[in-house]
Every structure is written in structure tokens, then in C-alpha cells.
């Protein structure tokens, strides 16, 4: 019977290495978990019931694709809500319903809800913002969609330190960063797959089955076959479509129990270097350039984790004086509505109107 798992410190050497691997370079090939096996010298049957484990213990959310909604056809939106404290249960718990909501916290800030949302085009982004704003309790609703992208990249390495008692920083992992050579506008939707082609990205989403050949039950129902789909997903790899495919871990399983949407008012002028700097950073796993709006001057975003909300803090510090940013607002997250995974296959599917769900 496999062990069970109460918390980060009780995380094995070989959970730490098989976590971190299969964030990072999941191998798409027909035995994946054989490959795993002779990453960390084990067994492929033992690797398959340690990640059983760690998925029923929480610390492993799902092995799949991390797609670019925009290479699908999809637009992807931030958005901020500013609720008055009574009404932001209720209000947070509605907006968790929107099947197009990948994301919604409550933060410690005048707008003290914040969601993001993938969805078949701006019409939704539309009906949403003017839903929130209609909704009692509501003071407002801003969206606001990245104008320049400079970094989405989360990977946590937990090998960097594997005996200690605190779990590593986030490690920016390569193929999901827009480099400082590369940074760009987000990329303006593109035609949605043909229709046949659905199908393939239904199977290709599902979290993968932990057993020896798992490409083979997932096109045991497509007209593929294990190679085929295979070959698919590796030509989306190479395209675009999708960023990286691997495991999606719980960070604050993993004991980072911290985060700050931390944003600055950067001078025009300054976005690109500003950018790119703080794009740099190992404990920043998203980077963007927003819209400001009134009662909101800030410009630029970045996404920090940390074990508390002092280290979170510290690393502010540091990246506001390393990349002369100044006065930044740490927005921490108090209260999860909910994360999850946009499901592509039904965003993709004709729906009547924008606000189905």
C-alpha cells in the first residue's frame, strides 16, 4: 500500500525529484513513467504509486497540457472588483460559477476581488464585467487584458534543497518564459482548430492516467492511436499552442502558503526594462503589463510566492530597488474561490449565448 503524505516536510527525495521532473520535462513518449523511473533509479511501478500518492494527498493537481488560450482562438482576461466586505462572499461565490473562471480570490485591497477568466472571445469579458458590476454590494468592475506579457512560468523546484525543512523558492522554468529578447504583446487570438480536431484536444486535456502506456487510454476513443496522439502533441509543443506539458502541483501544499499580486506605476518609457527585470527573478512566476484606471495607477504586474507573507514582502523589496520600481502595492490573497483549469474542448464548443455556462 503506498505511504501516505501529511505535509511538504514528510516529501521523500524521490517525491521532491519526481515532482520537479515531472514539472519540467514530462516525457512524451508511450512509457513516460518508465522514463521517470530511470530518472530517480525506481521501479516504474513504484514511481506510478508514489504519484498516486501525491495526487491523493493533493500535492500533484493533474499531469496534462498548459495550453496558449490565444493559439486556440481564446481571449484571456484579468479583472478587478472592488465589493463592500458584506457582499463578498456571496459576490466571490457567484463569480466562481462562471465556467469561463479559471481563478477568483478575494484580496486584502479596496478591490478585494480579482478573477481571471478563459473564454471564446471579449463579448464574455464584456457580460462579465457588467454582471459584476450589477450584483449587490458591487462598487465596480475594471477589466483589465495584458498588454504585454513578459513572463508566465511556474515550476517549483524542490531538489534545490532536498533534505532541508523548508521547501525550494519557484524556479523559473525556460520554455514557458518570454525572455528579455522575447517579450511581447499577448498574441492576438488565431482561428480555433477545425472541428475534428476537438476531440484530440477533449483527450489531450484529460489528466493523464497513472498506469504503464497512458497515451493509450486516452485515444482509446479517438481515431488516433497512441503514437498518433503522441505526434500531436508534441507538433503543438513545437507551434505554440501548447506552452508545456507536465505536472501542475499545489503551491501551497508545497509549503508556499503566500502570494502577492504585487503591481508598480511604471513610466511608458520605462515598461520594457522594467519588464524584463523583474521577469528575471526566480520568485516571480508571472509578469505583465496591465491597463491603469482611475483609483488604480498601476501598470505592472508580478506574480510572487513565498513561505509567508514576510518573505513575499522581502522579495518585493528587493525587486522594487533592483529594478527601480517604486511604491508597489503587495495585494495577498486572503480567500480562494476557486482554481482550476480551463476546460478547452467545451470552450471551443458553440455555446448560444456569452453568459452560458
Given at each position: 500500500m503506498a505511504r501516505a503524505i501529511d505535509g511538504p516536510l514528510l516529501l521523500t527525495r524521490i517525491d521532491r525529484i519526481l515532482l520537479t521532473a515531472a514539472q519540467a520535462s514530462f516525457p512524451l513518449v508511450r512509457q513516460p513513467f518508465a522514463v521517470l523511473a530511470d530518472t530517480v533509479g525506481e521501479a516504474e511501478q513504484r514511481v506510478i504509486e508514489r504519484l498516486a500518492s501525491l495526487k491523493e494527498a493533493a500535492f500533484l493537481r493533474k499531469?496534462?497540457?498548459?495550453?496558449?488560450?490565444?493559439?486556440?482562438?481564446?481571449?484571456?482576461?484579468?479583472?478587478?472588483?472592488?465589493?463592500?466586505?458584506?457582499?463578498?462572499?456571496?459576490?466571490?461565490?457567484?463569480?466562481?460559477?462562471?465556467?469561463?473562471?479559471?481563478?477568483?480570490?478575494?484580496?486584502?485591497?479596496?478591490?478585494?476581488?480579482?478573477?481571471?477568466?478563459?473564454?471564446?472571445?471579449?463579448?464574455?469579458?464584456?457580460?462579465?464585467?457588467?454582471?459584476?458590476?450589477?450584483?449587490?454590494?458591487?462598487?465596480?468592475?475594471?477589466?483589465?487584458?495584458?498588454?504585454?506579457?513578459?513572463?508566465?512560468?511556474?515550476?517549483?523546484?524542490?531538489?534545490?534543497?532536498?533534505?532541508?525543512?523548508?521547501?525550494?523558492?519557484?524556479?523559473?522554468?525556460?520554455?514557458?518564459?518570454?525572455?528579455?529578447?522575447?517579450?511581447?504583446?499577448?498574441?492576438?487570438?488565431?482561428?480555433p482548430p477545425a472541428a475534428p480536431d476537438i476531440d484530440i484536444l477533449r483527450a489531450a486535456e484529460t489528466d493523464l492516467p497513472l498506469c504503464s502506456d497512458p497515451f493509450s487510454v486516452l485515444a482509446a476513443s479517438l481515431p488516433l492511436d497512441a503514437d498518433g496522439l503522441l505526434g500531436t502533441l508534441r507538433s503543438w509543443l513545437t507551434d505554440g499552442r501548447i506552452r508545456r506539458y507536465g505536472a501542475l502541483v499545489s503551491h501551497r501544499r508545497l509549503g508556499f502558503a503566500a502570494n502577492s499580486m504585487t503591481a508598480w506605476v511604471v513610466p511608458d518609457d520605462d515598461i520594457d526594462r522594467v519588464g524584463k527585470c523583474l521577469a528575471s527573478s526566480p520568485h516571480v512566476s508571472h509578469c505583465y503589463q496591465r491597463p491603469a484606471f482611475p483609483g488604480f495607477p498601476y501598470n505592472m504586474y508580478a506574480m510572487i510566492h513565498g513561505r509567508s507573507r514576510a518573505e513575499c514582502l522581502a522579495v518585493v523589496g528587493e525587486l522594487s530597488s533592483a529594478c527601480g520600481a517604486g511604491n508597489p502595492a503587495a495585494l495577498f490573497s486572503d480567500r480562494e474561490f476557486k482554481k482550476t483549469t480551463p476546460n478547452y474542448a467545451d470552450l471551443l464548443t458553440p455555446r448560444a449565448s456569452p453568459d452560458s455556462s
Open positions: 499531469i496534462g497540457p498548459v495550453f496558449e488560450p490565444a493559439s486556440l482562438g481564446l481571449s484571456s482576461e484579468l479583472a478587478a472588483v472592488e465589493v463592500a466586505p458584506s457582499h463578498l462572499e456571496s459576490v466571490g461565490a457567484e463569480v466562481a460559477t462562471w465556467a469561463p473562471v479559471t481563478h477568483c480570490y478575494a484580496r486584502d485591497h479596496r478591490l478585494n476581488l480579482w478573477y481571471a477568466a478563459v473564454a471564446p472571445g471579449e463579448d464574455w469579458f464584456e457580460w462579465a464585467a457588467a454582471r459584476a458590476a450589477s450584483l449587490p454590494g458591487v462598487k465596480g468592475a475594471w477589466r483589465l487584458p495584458a498588454l504585454r506579457r513578459f513572463k508566465i512560468a511556474v515550476h517549483f523546484d524542490l531538489v534545490a534543497r532536498p533534505t532541508g525543512t523548508t521547501p525550494a523558492r519557484p524556479h523559473m522554468d525556460a520554455s514557458e518564459h518570454d525572455s528579455a529578447g522575447d517579450a511581447h504583446k499577448g498574441p492576438a487570438p488565431s482561428p
